[in-house]
């Protein structure tokens, strides 16, 4: 039976004013260790997220509720996307690589290098509208065995890079960060939120036409704990995970509301078929709650 818990909506500004939804937020899973990047596929209308320590990826019915096994094990997988075809893009600590699930259920390789360096442990991944993939890439799965394997940066810093889909060719777009995390593109993708989370802030980047980044200016600050996971809804507000559960930004950055929770925040997707579930990782679970505001259209459901 699917426990629920009080809806808190703290509204701060009046741009979060209009924001409502269920009374009661679910929690639909349970029993992880850490539970990240969770991704809604409505092809098949389920959910998928990885539990990182224990080197699984878990799949929600949204029909009957069942939580199964997706992928085990998963090498460690940590953030995840769908490109335009649908098909699954996945950031994997322990082979330090993305990869994509082709329909058929086979895996290909989309980077595992740059410049011939493997990569630290890539974490989240956003897929451009042109098809390029944009991943980030701090040292979180090489520090320790608990959410990948131990071992020395061969790049040694932690960066933001950009898979060409013409070419295959690896880029960095930004290199200035602690431990780039969570990212989003604005909706008309002129713009670049990342997160760095040792520094507890946001920030934002131009981007050009030729595939690289400028400016990077900070646009908000935590203030609870430290920020993940970062997703837009189909106004252009930011809807950030944070340690008191998600908190959500205006395009200029102001903090207008919050949605708390009673587990630290790691990620968070919206879903369903009309994209107004919010689904939300939170260390040892799974929380959802349908609201009256919508993602952004993702990859697989632009023209």
């Not at 994997?92 to 410049?115: K, Q, Y």
């Not at 991944?125 to 131990?150: A, L, M, N, R």
């Not at 989003?184 to 670049?192: G, I, Q, T, V, Y």
């Not at 207008?256 to 630290?264: C, D, Q, S, V």
Request: net charge negative; aromatic share 8%; hydrophobic share 35%.
């Amino acid at each position: 039976m699917t426990e629920t818990i009080p809806t808190e909506l703290e509204v701060l500004d009046e741009r979060f004013a209009s924001v409502g939804g269920d009374k009661q937020v679910e929690r639909i899973a349970q029993g992880c260790r850490w539970a990240e990047g969770p991704v809604y596929v409505p092809s098949g209308r389920y959910l998928v997220w990885s539990d990182i320590p224990n080197d699984r990826m878990l799949r929600w019915d949204e029909l009957t509720g069942h939580v199964g096994p997706f992928r085990v094990p998963a090498g460690y997988t940590n953030g995840h996307t769908l490109d335009a075809q649908g098909r699954l893009i996945s950031c994997e600590h322990g082979r330090r690589r993305v990869t994509r699930t082709e329909h058929d259920g086979s895996v290909t390789v989309i980077a595992d290098r740059w410049e011939g360096k493997r990569f630290n442990s890539p974490n989240d991944v956003v897929v451009k509208s042109d098809g390029s993939v944009w991943f980030t890439d701090p040292s979180y799965g090489i520090v320790s065995d608990y959410e990948g394997h131990q071992a020395d940066s061969e790049i040694g810093a932690d960066q933001v890079y950009r898979v060409d889909p013409a070419t295959g060719e690896v880029r960095v777009v930004a290199a200035d960060f602690d431990r780039p995390n969570g990212l989003a593109f604005s909706l008309d993708e002129r713009l670049l939120y990342v997160v760095d989370t040792p520094r507890r802030h946001l920030r934002v980047f131009d981007v050009h036409g030729d595939g690289t980044l400028s400016g990077g200016k900070v646009l908000a600050e935590c203030t609870a704990g430290v920020f993940d996971g970062i997703r837009l809804d189909d106004t252009g507000r930011i809807w950030a995970a944070t340690h008191e559960g998600v908190h959500c930004f205006a395009p200029d950055g102001t903090l207008i509301g919050k949605l708390l929770l009673p587990e630290k925040t790691s990620n968070l997707v919206f879903g369903g078929l009309k994209r107004n579930w919010l689904f939300m990782t939170a260390t040892t679970s799974v929380y959802a709650i349908m609201l009256n505001v919508r993602g952004a259209r993702p990859a697989y459901a632009r023209p």
